[in-house]
């Protein structure tokens, strides 16, 4: 079955650039049919939607990081990655990959990766 | 984008049921049947558990149900059991984003 992992840096300085990268194993991106996303959840709080990229690298993005962010996909490698900029304490969150399926509904998740942003 | 709002928390005793209501506007849980539902336990990602406000996903017991009326959509659970305890997000398909509720704790007493 289709798996996501996500790896990147656990420690991002202020004012520098978060990356990170989601694998995914058990299918493949480029079938089509499906949206990669990229969800956080800020410490003790709720799940916020960041984006999606599609296999041919049509994106959506939420418009509040919308300035800051891009997501972009590899599909010989079967990864899609996040590049948020200029970040600050309030990116601190772990951040889940997903693939959005039918309805908009995210039917399955990596494991999430913590990432704070602390110098 | 605001949050769908939801309550902060409910309880319920084993093999009881209960309602978690996620309320929205006519911009989205109101204007499409693409609302979701999720389970998360504490130190673990989300698990889908309703999609399309009242479909379930393979593998999800039939004690989970979701339904809609106008703005707001609620997802019940009947039948308690104590692996219920978690944390569950509503979510929601707009024109231009996705949009989470800000979670219920379930507490089975």
């Known amino acids: 079955q289709v798996q996501l992992q996500e790896s990147g840096p656990g420690l991002v300085r202020p004012s520098q650039t978060l990356s990170l990268t989601c694998t995914v194993s058990?299918?493949?991106?480029?079938?089509?049919?499906?949206?990669w996303s990229w969800i956080r959840q800020h410490p003790g709080k709720g799940l916020e939607w960041i984006g999606y990229?599609?296999?041919?690298?049509?994106?959506y993005y939420n418009p509040s990081l919308r300035s800051r962010l891009t997501i972009s996909v590899d599909t010989s490698k079967n990864q899609f990655s996040l590049r948020l900029n200029s970040v600050t304490a309030a990116d601190t969150a772990v951040y889940f990959c997903a693939r959005e399926a039918d309805g908009a509904s995210f039917d399955i998740w990596g494991q999430g990766t913590m990432v704070t942003v602390s110098s | 984008q605001s949050a769908l709002t939801q309550p902060a928390s409910v309880s319920g005793s084993p093999g009881q049921s209960i309602t978690i209501s996620c309320t929205g506007t006519s911009s989205d849980v109101g204007g499409y049947n693409f609302v979701s539902w999720y389970q998360q336990h504490p130190g673990k990602a989300p698990k889908l558990v309703i999609f399309e406000v009242s479909n379930r996903p393979s593998g999800i017991s039939n004690r989970f149900s979701g339904s809609k009326s106008g703005n707001t959509a609620s997802l019940t659970i009947s039948g308690l059991q104590a692996e219920d305890e978690a944390d569950y997000y509503c979510?929601?398909?707009?024109?231009?984003?996705?949009?989470f509720g800000g979670g219920t704790k379930l507490t089975v007493l």
């Open positions: 058990g299918g493949s991106i480029s079938s089509g049919g499906f949206y």
């Open positions: 979510s929601s398909y707009t024109s231009s984003s996705r949009v």
């Open positions: 990229i599609y296999y041919s690298g049509n994106t």
